[in-house]
């Protein structure tokens, strides 16, 4: 029989680490399940059948991917068809063979008699809790065809929402990435053939070229430790960013930024209120979904503030007051969730802030693109005149060497 190693939370918080024997993933699921606890991940042991493993595949499948397998399964269970015929379907069509593999391996469990939502939990590179949680409510309550519209409505709205930050800075980086191109173009091969026709001149020199022949001369000497020490940097960089104490660091430095900081926060605004708004109409507990926020938020302070509601909750209080008190959200925030809790809508109030949040990001994206444009191309105009004028500074200043 295999063994799977897994790792589970417990309704405390706690996280579990273990493994245990079945016939197959679906049945180790179930098990944990029965004993009340949250699978965050599932595999089966090495040098045992590899049926209903988590691809290592999985994580290049693409929430693009994910949306058209929402709307493609979501119109399949309308029509009445079948759910592992469904399955075998998308899998058949995929355009993903990550994700073929993955929705091979979820049609399995389904047909060996495993929950959805519990053949998807195997595969988190994937399926997310929150969409884990919203498709065990919606087989519950037998809604699993409104589950997956309301499923595929979110992730259009947060596939248009990154496309649209994505599409709004890539014009800058390129302008960047072009200029640092002309700037290394100048100092490696145009500057050199300055630096010859100057040899002669010593300290003559006027300080702006002698700056710019030295650096040029350094570069390339040093080019291949320059790259590496870039690449390195970046990687090192990535690395630390991923750290609790560097992510915070990142996090106060960006959201002092006038512009930038406040994109960052309404970004994690629309996320936090629009997965509480789909995961609370969808039936899945407040505490639950609560928690579920604090993963998608990327904020630690939001995570934080959270935390906060869904003890100030579990101690009967309401969800509005420990969200005003964070001072992450804005009173407008507290507000509307106050009388959404007052009149038992809730989900729609959050969907209603999502909504407004998406239209002022919409604004904070035109504002930011606006000032960095010009600011990128000031500062790079500044930097590649500094080298042309320095180029040209001895030969403006031939009548005074000759004298």
Same mark, same amino acid.
């Given at each position: ?37 949250? *699978? ?16 290592? #595949? ?47 391996? /979820? ?104 700056? *710019? ?12 430790? /320059? ?55 969808? #039936? ?96 790079? #105009? ?22």
């Amino acid at each position: 029989m295999p063994t799977f190693v897994y790792r589970v939370k417990t309704r405390e918080g706690g996280v579990r680490q273990g493994e245990l024997e079945a016939v197959d993933q679906g049945a180790a699921l179930r098990a944990l399940r029965q004993q009340d606890l949250f *699978v965050t991940r599932i595999r089966e042991k090495p040098g045992f059948s590899t049926e209903g493993w988590s691809f290592p #595949g999985t994580a290049r499948v693409s929430q693009n991917d994910l949306l058209v397998f929402t709307y493609q399964l979501e119109a399949l269970i309308k029509a009445g068809v079948p759910l592992a015929q469904s399955l075998d379907m998308l899998a058949t069509q995929a355009s993903s063979s990550a994700l073929q593999a993955v929705l091979r391996a /979820v049609k399995q469990n389904v047909e060996s008699g495993s929950s959805l939502a519990d053949a998807l939990q195997g595969h988190p590179a994937v399926f997310t809790p929150w969409y884990v949680s919203m498709i065990q409510a919606g087989e519950e309550s037998g809604t699993l065809d409104r589950t997956f519209g309301r499923l595929a409505q979110h992730l259009d709205k947060v596939v248009r929402l990154r496309q649209q930050v994505k599409l709004a800075l890539a014009y800058p980086l390129l302008v960047v990435i072009v200029a640092l191109l002309v700037l290394w173009v100048l100092l490696i091969w145009v500057i050199p053939m300055f630096a010859t026709m100057f040899a002669d001149w010593g300290d003559a020199l006027p300080w702006p070229t002698a700056v *710019v022949l030295a650096l040029s001369r350094w570069l390339q000497e040093q080019w291949v430790s /320059v790259l590496l020490g870039v690449v390195g940097l970046g990687m090192g960089g990535r690395l630390w960013a991923k750290t609790r104490s560097g992510r915070r660091m990142i996090e106060d430095v960006v959201l002092r930024v006038p512009l930038l900081g406040k994109l960052w926060r309404n970004v994690a605004m629309v996320h936090v209120a629009r997965t509480l708004s789909v995961l609370l109409g969808s #039936g899945v507990p407040i505490l639950r979904s609560l928690e579920i926020a604090q993963k998608v938020s990327g904020l630690q302070r939001m995570v934080r503030a959270l935390e906060e509601a869904r003890s100030s909750i579990r101690e009967g209080h309401t969800l509005a007051d420990p969200l005003e008190r964070s001072g992450m959200f804005p009173r407008l925030v507290s507000n509307m969730v106050g009388v959404g809790e007052a009149t038992g809508s809730l989900d729609t109030a959050l969907g209603n802030i999502a909504d407004l949040f998406e239209r002022e990001v919409d604004r904070d994206v035109a504002a930011f693109t606006a000032v960095l444009e010009p600011l990128i191309i000031v500062v790079l #105009g500044i930097g590649i005149g500094f080298i042309v004028v320095a180029m040209y500074l001895p030969i403006f200043s031939m009548p005074s060497v000759f004298d």
